[in-house]
């Protein structure tokens, strides 16, 4: 990936993603299916770190390692034994706690001391030279802002010109929803254990994970027998959902879409729907807007047809359509109230973006057949409750959102959230720090529904056009950088995306 945030190894990465507070059921089970201990397995978590740290910073001869009171610390005491027997020199900073350590922290902290190392207080001065950082502070632990002894260390180790590598989770990130209530660490590399975490890849994740390797620790057989309960998906996955085209289809075997909206002045984002459904596939795109964008969108686009908004025109509309898109541009006039309103008594596949939302927001209703795509702040309107509050959890924000509105949620954002009524969950690991300029939502509504009409499943849909959408978008960064990136930047590339048989590296 392109982004100025995380980067991701997405070939070494699993697809599947287990609930953070999963992961030591899964361990447990795991080793027991191994036949080995707890401690066999930290063993090999450590192991695991020590390798990365020779594979990445072969040169750095001082490894400075910070170990908290937990399994994650017991981590860091694996791999300074590691380092010091292989001749680096090791200081190690370990937090004291009011508990024990747990029993395989405590063996391995018991390992380093017989090995003749040393633990040195939080507190205690850093080394001049420090060829890299360890941080097994707090991994998976923590779901609130970061307290001292760890505050401090986080923050030194930020100011630190060396490299950092995060054990399981940068100390501070919240693993379950990768949200940062406090200082958290900004790892150069992270190394997942086990499993991925939702905090990886969604949330706040992205400004602090840098780029995320993983490593099962041997448990590769008996992971792939469990079914995850959500799914990491990037371009790889679009080959299973867009098939190659029969050479004998024509425009009406690829779904006819409808999409309305377009107050006076807002003829760019119906128009942007419209094209972007065109360059995912659709057979035949008809608008139906305000007169006034009549004009600039056939002149912008003949392929589109383009009617006023009216009625009769409305009615006839929804005859003809397979699936309908309402929203881009539609404001929250009575034109666009009454639009809304005859589109939601029918009973056709549809999605709602933008002042659909923000209408349905004063008007709630529950159904089946809608995908609808808020960001964060429409889907605090949605919701009733702060923007602050979903971004602090996303997960349970796309959750509460299906099982409120039913169908199909899609919470746009850096890790785009996708969720049914029926418990799906899916992470679009795709995207970057472009993708914040107008428009791109417009696009995303028109992809989505293109694909919805070329009869995949709200879900699959869903899920295929915000990989689709963000793989773009990586597609665009990559060739001319984030700043600056255009929302109709992304239509050169879509193509190479939406035919994944032509784009087999993608």
């Not at 030279?129 to 180790?157: C, F, K, M, S, W």
Request: hydrophobic letters at 45%; proline letters at 4%; glycine letters at 10%.
């Amino acid at each position: 990936m392109s982004d100025q945030g995380s980067k991701k190894n997405s070939r070494s990465l699993p697809y599947s993603v287990w609930p953070a507070q999963a992961v030591a059921q899964l361990e447990r089970e795991g080793a027991d299916a191994l036949g080995i201990t707890l401690y066999e397995l930290m063993l090999r978590a450590g192991q695991a770190a020590y390798e990365h740290l020779n594979a990445c910073w072969p040169d750095a001869r001082h490894w400075l390692i910070l170990c908290g009171h937990g399994n994650n610390g017991g981590d860091g005491y694996v791999v300074a034994r590691l380092g010091q027997a292989a001749g680096r020199q090791v200081t190690l900073l370990a937090c004291d706690g009011e508990k024990p350590l747990p029993e395989e922290a405590q063996r391995a902290r018991d390992a380093w001391l017989d090995a003749g190392g040393e633990i040195h207080a939080a507190d205690a001065a850093w080394p001049e030279q420090v060829g890299v950082i360890v941080d097994a502070l707090l991994g998976t632990g923590i779901n609130r802002a970061p307290g001292e002894p760890y505050r401090t260390l986080i923050q030194q180790a930020n100011a630190h010109a060396a490299p950092i590598l995060a054990i399981d989770m940068p100390s501070g990130l919240v693993a379950s929803t990768g949200s940062a209530p406090g200082e958290v660490i900004q790892a150069t590399h992270t190394l997942s254990v086990v499993a991925l975490k939702p905090g990886q890849i969604t949330g706040k994740a992205r400004d602090f994970i840098g780029e995320l390797f993983y490593a099962d620790l041997g448990l590769q057989a008996f992971l792939a027998a469990e079914t995850a309960p959500m799914a990491r998906y990037d371009a790889s996955a679009l080959a299973q959902w867009l098939r190659p085209r029969k050479p004998t289809s024509h425009k009406g075997d690829h779904g006819r879409l409808l999409v309305v909206g377009g107050d006076a002045g807002t003829a760019g984002a119906v128009r942007m729907t419209a094209e972007a459904a065109l360059r995912s596939g659709s057979g035949l795109v008809r608008v139906l807007t305000h007169k006034d964008n009549i004009i600039p969108i056939l002149t912008a686009r003949p392929e589109i047809m383009v009617d006023e908004l009216t009625d009769e025109q409305l009615s006839a509309a929804l005859e003809w359509a397979d699936v309908i898109a309402i929203g881009p541009g539609l404001g929250q006039r009575d034109w666009g109230k009454r639009a809304l309103e005859r589109v939601a008594e029918c009973e056709k596949p549809m999605l709602w973006d933008a002042d659909a939302l923000n209408l349905l927001a004063i008007s709630a209703e529950k159904r089946q057949n809608r995908i609808i795509t808020p960001h964060p702040g429409e889907a605090a309107r949605l919701l009733n409750i702060k923007t602050s509050e979903v971004e602090s959890d996303r997960l349970h924000a796309a959750q509460s959102l299906a099982q409120r509105y039913g169908g199909v949620v899609v919470l746009k954002g850096a890790g785009t959230l996708i969720a049914s009524e029926q418990g799906e969950m899916a992470f679009a690991d795709v995207g970057n720090a472009g993708m914040a300029s107008g428009g791109m939502g417009d696009l995303l509504s028109g992809i989505i529904a293109s694909l919805v009409g070329q009869k995949l499943a709200l879900f699959e849909a869903a899920c295929a056009g915000c990989v689709a959408h963000g793989a773009a978008a990586d597609a665009v960064a990559a060739q001319r950088g984030t700043r600056g990136m255009l929302a109709t930047d992304l239509l050169e590339l879509l193509w190479q995306f939406v035919n994944p048989e032509m784009n087999q590296e993608a």
